[in-house]
């Protein structure tokens, strides 16, 4: 079974401080997950993705992202968070096997403090 | 240039209405999506073409008709719509194999 969990809802940093999004996955194949954005009112980006490559994933926007089989997780983090990163996260599993068939988890909303 | 294009980008309507919302893509990819976004931001897949054939079709139900012309094209056709149908509704592109998607903007439906 595949499913994707993504522990916050909402996550309120101050500008300046670390960003930790987290997102633990079940996948019975090799999967390859990414991270998307949104911002008010405008479409999903892509952050960033994992395809079994390095397990340390660099993004867009000073992102990145570990992969972490043992415990089933790809955290997002990046080291200081600014306004403009204020949005709506989402972590998508794609298992190798489903052809077309995404995962994706419920997002979390992350607040900047100024 | 748009890499995923959709309009319109607000439809407001009524109950029972029939509707439709185009998307198209310039990306070359071989597939292309629709998604729906309730208010919580929930996203739900609807449907997936690939090279215009359809291989993904969620529960949704019959009044929703997606329809390709072409790789390009996925325009997703509404009819009788009820009020449960307003959401924002986003199309999508991406190369089979490789699985990053491109979104378009969104086209946030409004059922009264």
């Known amino acids: 079974a595949q499913s994707v969990t993504q522990l916050d809802s909402h996550v309120s940093v101050s500008e300046g401080t670390p960003v930790l999004l987290r997102c633990n996955y079940s996948s019975s194949y090799s999967p390859s997950l990414f991270w998307y954005v949104q911002h008010p009112n405008k479409g999903l980006q892509l952050l960033l993705k994992y395809t079994s490559a390095a397990t340390l994933v660099k993004g867009i926007n000073g992102f990145e992202a570990e992969f972490k089989k043992s415990e089933t997780s790809f955290h997002l983090t990046k080291p200081s968070a600014h306004m403009s990163d204020a949005a709506e996260y989402f972590c998508v599993v794609w298992p190798s096997n489903t052809g077309n068939q995404f995962y994706f988890g419920t997002g979390t909303s992350l607040t900047v403090i100024p | 240039d748009t890499a995923v294009s959709q309009t319109p980008k607000y439809l407001v309507t009524q109950m029972g209405n029939d509707k439709s919302i185009k998307c198209e893509q310039n990306?070359?990819?071989?597939?292309m999506y629709w998604y729906k976004q309730d208010s919580k931001k929930f996203l739900k897949i609807m449907f997936s073409?690939?090279?215009?054939?359809?291989?993904i079709n969620e529960t949704v139900p019959n009044r929703f008709s997606p329809k390709s012309p072409d790789k390009a094209h996925l325009n997703l056709h509404i009819n009788s719509l009820e009020l449960g149908d307003s959401a924002v509704y986003f199309c999508?592109?991406?190369?089979?194999?490789?699985?990053?998607?491109?979104f378009g903007p969104g086209t946030r439906l409004t059922v009264t």
């Open positions: 999508a592109s991406s190369h089979a194999s490789l699985g990053e998607q491109y």
């Open positions: 073409y690939n090279n215009k054939e359809l291989i």
């Open positions: 990306l070359g990819h071989d597939t």
